[in-house]
C-alpha cells in the first residue's frame, strides 16, 4: 500500500499548495485567466516552462527514443538550449512588446486577420487533434508501467463490454486516460494560467528530483551496488556505440539534421509554439521573462541525465527481454525503484501530465476565445463572456481528446509520432513569423499563401500522396532535411514576393504592454555561457567513427 499511499500524499500537497498561494488571484478577465494577470517572475516561468515540456511523451517518448538509437537522441534536449537563448534575445522582447496573449494576434498585428484565421484555426486543430491525446496516451501508457496497475486493480483478465472482449491492457489504458483527462479538465476549468504555474512549479522541483532519483538508482543496478560512477563505467563498456553524442545515419537524428529539422523544430518549439511560450507572455518585465527563459535553458542541459540515460540503462538492462521502445522507462521506474519512491515519481510524474495536458488546455481556450469567439462568434462579448466561453469550450475539447488517446496504441513510437505530427504545422507557422519580425515590406497575402502551400506539402509528403514520404526522405538523405528545404522555400517565396509587390508603407512594431520593458542586463553573457556549454557537452561525449 506504500505506493498507492505515497501517490495520493504528493498529489494532494501540490495541489493544496498551489491553492493557497492563488487563492486570491483574480481569474474572471482575460489578462488574468490567461496570463496570470501578467505578474510571473522568473522562477515560476521556468518551472512552468520547464514542466509543460516534461511530460510522459518527453519522459517516456524521449527515453524509449533512447532505448533505440542511445545518446544521439539528446539532440531534443541539448538543441533546445540554443532555441532558448534565441527565445530570450529575439522573439520574447518583441511578443511582450507587442502585448499580446497569443501567437495568431502578433500575425493579426503584422500582417492582418485573415492570416490570424487561419493560423488560429491550424493551432487549435493541431492541439485539439494531435498533442491533447497524445499528452492524455502518453501519460497513461507511463503510469500503468510504473504502477503496475495491472496487478494493482486487479484487472488481469479480457472483460465484454457492450458485446466485445476487452483486453485488460486496453480497459487499464482507457480507464488511467479518463482519470487524467478529468483531473486535468478541472484544474483548467477552475485555474487561470498562473494555478497552472505555481502547480507546475511545485511538481517541476519533484520531478527533477525523481528524474535524478531514477538516474541514481538505475546506474546503481548496472553496477550491483557498486555506486554511480561504476556503474557508468560499466555501461560504455557494455555498449560505447549507445554513448556517442553524433550517432551514426541509422539513428533516428543523425548529426547533420541539428542544423536543419531539429534546430527548426526546436525554434518553433521553443520560440512560437503557443502551448509553451504563453508562459512567458506572463511575465511582469521582460527582465523577469528573459532570466525566466535563461534558466530554463540551463534546466534542459541536465535533460540527458533523466531524459536519455534511463533509456540507455534500461537497453542494458531489458534489450533481451524484447520489450517496446515505449515501454522501456515505465519498466525500469517499476524495476529500480523502491515501492514509496515509486509512488512519489508517478505523483510528479502526474503532475507532469496534468501541467502539458493543462498548458495544451489553456493555450487552446486563449486561442479560442481569443481568436474565434472574439473575432468571428461574439466580437460585442465582454470578457467574462469570453472566459466563460473558453472554459466551455475547453471541456468539449478535453473530452474529445480522452475519446481519441487511445486510438493511439498502434504507433511504434511516441516521439517519432509527434515529431512528424509536428512538423506539419511547426514549419509554416514559424517561417511565416520569422519573415514577419524580420522583412517588413512583405504582404500579408504572402503569409497567408506561405501557410497554405507549407501545410499542404507537407500532408501531401505524409498523407496525400502514396509514396512520397520514403522517396523524398531517400532523395534529400532524411525527413529533418526535407523540413529544412520546405522551410528555406517558404521564405524565399515570402521575401520574392515582398521584392515584386511589396506592403505600401514598411511595418513597424507598436508598443502594446504595460509592463518594463528594460532587458535583464547579462541576457547575452548568460546565452554565451549557455552555448559555450552547449558545444562542450557534445564534444565530450562526440565520436565520429560510426
Known amino acids: 500500500m506504500t505506493t498507492p499511499l505515497s501517490f495520493l500524499a504528493f498529489t494532494l500537497f501540490a495541489a ?34 520547464l514542466l509543460t515540456n516534461l ?18 537522441v539528446m539532440a531534443w534536449e541539448v538543441v ?14 518583441r511578443f511582450l512588446k507587442a502585448g499580446i496573449t497569443t501567437v495568431p494576434q502578433f500575425l493579426e498585428n503584422r500582417f492582418n486577420k485573415s492570416t490570424q484565421t487561419l493560423v488560429n484555426m ?20 507511463g503510469l500503468s508501467d510504473m504502477l503496475d496497475l495491472k496487478n494493482l486493480t486487479g484487472i488481469t483478465e479480457s472483460k465484454i463490454i457492450f458485446g466485445n472482449e476487452v483486453p485488460p491492457d486496453t480497459i487499464i489504458l482507457w ?27 511545485i511538481n517541476g522541483i519533484g520531478l527533477l528530483i525523481g528524474g535524478f532519483m531514477i538516474a541514481w538508482f538505475a546506474l546503481n543496478k548496472v553496477s550491483d551496488g557498486g555506486g554511480i560512477a561504476e556503474g557508468f563505467k560499466v555501461l560504455k563498456e557494455a555498449n560505447p556505440d549507445r554513448l556517442n553524442s553524433i550517432g551514426t545515419k541509422q539513428t533516428s537524428v543523425p548529426f547533420g539534421t541539428l542544423f536543419t529539422g531539429v534546430a527548426l523544430l526546436n525554434l518553433f518549439y521553443w520560440c512560437t509554439n503557443q502551448q509553451i511560450i504563453q508562459r512567458t507572455f506572463g511575465a511582469s518585465s521582460l527582465a523577469e521573462g528573459q532570466k525566466g527563459v535563461l534558466l530554463t535553458g540551463l534546466l534542459k542541459l541536465l535533460g540527458p541525465i533523466y531524459l536519455v540515460l534511463p533509456g540507455i540503462v534500461a537497453y542494458h538492462l531489458f534489450a533481451k527481454d524484447g520489450i517496446s521502445n515505449d515501454k522501456a522507462y515505465g519498466t525500469l521506474v517499476r524495476e529500480v525503484l523502491p515501492p514509496h519512491l515509486t509512488g512519489f515519481f508517478a505523483a510528479v510524474m502526474v503532475g507532469a501530465i496534468l501541467s502539458s495536458f493543462n498548458a495544451a488546455l489553456n493555450s487552446t481556450s486563449a486561442l479560442f476565445s481569443i481568436g474565434l469567439y472574439h473575432h468571428v462568434i461574439n466580437p460585442k462579448g465582454s470578457e467574462q463572456q469570453m472566459v466563460k466561453a473558453a472554459k466551455v469550450f475547453v471541456v468539449s475539447v478535453a473530452i474529445a481528446g480522452m475519446f481519441a488517446a487511445p486510438l493511439l496504441a498502434s504507433q511504434p513510437s511516441i516521439f517519432a509520432y509527434l515529431q512528424k505530427m509536428n512538423a506539419i504545422y511547426f514549419i509554416p507557422i514559424f517561417a511565416v513569423v520569422v519573415v514577419g519580425m524580420l522583412h517588413s515590406r512583405v504582404p500579408a497575402k504572402a503569409a497567408f499563401w506561405a501557410v497554405v502551400l507549407g501545410l499542404a506539402t507537407l500532408l501531401s509528403k505524409y ?56 532587458p535583464w542586463k547579462n541576457a547575452k553573457w548568460a546565452s554565451l555561457v549557455l552555448i559555450i556549454l552547449v558545444i562542450a557537452i557534445y564534444a565530450s561525449f562526440a565520436s565520429f567513427g560510426g
Open 463 to 518: 498523407f496525400f500522396i502514396p509514396g512520397a514520404d520514403e522517396k523524398l526522405d531517400e532523395l534529400f538523405g532524411h525527413n529533418f532535411h526535407f523540413l529544412g528545404f520546405v522551410f528555406v522555400s517558404l521564405v524565399v517565396f515570402m521575401v520574392a514576393w515582398g521584392a515584386i509587390a511589396p506592403r505600401a508603407t514598411p511595418w513597424k512594431l507598436e508598443t502594446g504592454t504595460p509592463i518594463d520593458m528594460t
Open 80 to 93: 533546445a538550449v540554443i532555441a532558448l537563448v534565441v527565445m530570450a534575445l529575439f522573439f520574447l522582447p
Open 16 to 49: 493544496f499548495l498551489t491553492y493557497i498561494i492563488t487563492r486570491r488571484d483574480e481569474k474572471g478577465s482575460s489578462d488574468g485567466f490567461f496570463l496570470g494577470g501578467r505578474s510571473l517572475t522568473f522562477p515560476v516561468i521556468a518551472g512552468s516552462l
Open 122 to 141: 491550424v493551432f487549435l486543430v493541431a492541439y485539439a487533434v494531435i498533442l491533447i491525446p497524445l499528452i492524455l496516451y502518453s501519460g497513461a501508457l
Open 175 to 201: 480507464g488511467t486516460v479518463f482519470m487524467i483527462g478529468i483531473m486535468g479538465s478541472l484544474y483548467s476549468r477552475f485555474g487561470g494560467l498562473k494555478t497552472l504555474a505555481v502547480l507546475d512549479t
Open 55 to 72: 511530460s510522459t511523451e518527453q519522459m517516456v517518448g524521449l527515453n524509449g527514443s533512447a532505448f533505440k538509437d542511445g545518446l544521439a
